[in-house]
């Protein structure tokens, strides 16, 4: 049965025992197990940080990151070892890394794995990492005993983590900023659209072009239509207007052209009052006649046209 994986290492700042501080991150984690080649130069397992002429113990068959920790797959273990271990004999673990620009780095540039050392009375210099034993555990692979006051003694969270976490605060908040502004400058306009077309409204009613019951509609009617993207409303218009211009267009006859629901002014009888339908009609009319004659106009021109010169 393979032995389990334990855990070496994980991101913060730690005393080596030289006494140098020293910052792994998580891109620094992610090197040393994209660096690691158990073929060229694998890591050891041995007894404390001896030197190079120390006897191994087992191998490490390759790394990799588990909830946040990097963790390394012993194999080869020596079974006399995996007993000493299991007995508890050696109940922490240290590991011994190359830095990027140690000499004898195998892989220059990149932290490297040189070995895993298991210590019996020593403390190691990465707490929070727990024992370590080479049985099947029932609750997992690695027997955990963390004492959770030893995780606050060193720095757990990567300068450059920090760094971006606050940069990404700082950004969300700038835009949220600038999307409380537009929101902002778009009712405002909108609450001066809707006065505007409320304005435009109350002048048909005084100039006698629309009845006040037709005010709602017609300010309901401007503050939907779009203002800002020209179309052409027929086949051979002169000038595109806009909706809510075309819309505009229809109360510039001098005689009221929409009714929208009160009675004819009171020089006119209702049944002499002209109708919409009417209207549209007979400018269609003479539009289509005037493209016959090679003289084009635009449909609101028909429109008026046909306003003023009710016998046309």
Known sequence: ?????????????????????????????????????????????????PKIDAPAFGWIGSLAMENGVLVAHPSEVAPAF???VEAGHYRKISPQLYPPSSPNNP??????????????????????????????????????????DSMTTETTTPPDAVAFAQREAELAERENA?????????????????????????????????????????????????ASQPVAFGEGDANSMTPLAAFKSLFDGAQPVVALGEAAPADKKPADAPKPSDIARRAQAYADKQRAAGKPITTQAAVRFVTANPDA
Do not use: C
């Not at 555990?137 to 955990?144: K, N, W, Y």
């Not at 999307?179 to 077309?197: F, I, N, P, S, V």
């Open 107 to 148: 892989k220059p540039g990149n932290w490297y794995l040189q070995h895993v050392g298991f210590l019996g009375g020593a403390a190691p210099a990465i707490k929070g990492l727990g024992t370590v034993a080479f049985s099947d555990a029932p609750v997992g692979v690695v027997t955990l005993s963390i004492d959770e």
């Open 82 to 84: 995996a007993e000493a």
């Open 1 to 49: 049965m393979a032995p389990p994986p334990i855990k070496i290492l994980r991101p913060g700042t730690f005393t080596d025992i030289h006494g140098t501080k020293v910052t792994f991150t998580q891109s620094d984690l992610d090197q040393v197990i994209a660096s690691y080649d158990r073929e060229s130069d694998p890591a050891p397992i041995v007894v404390g940080h």
């Open 178 to 226: 600038i999307k409380a502004r537009e929101a902002d400058q778009a009712q405002r306009e909108q609450a001066a659209r809707h006065a505007e077309h409320v304005a435009f409204a109350e002048g048909l009613i005084a100039d006698v072009k629309l009845a006040p019951a037709g005010k709602d509609k017609v300010v309901g009617l401007l503050d939907l239509l779009d």
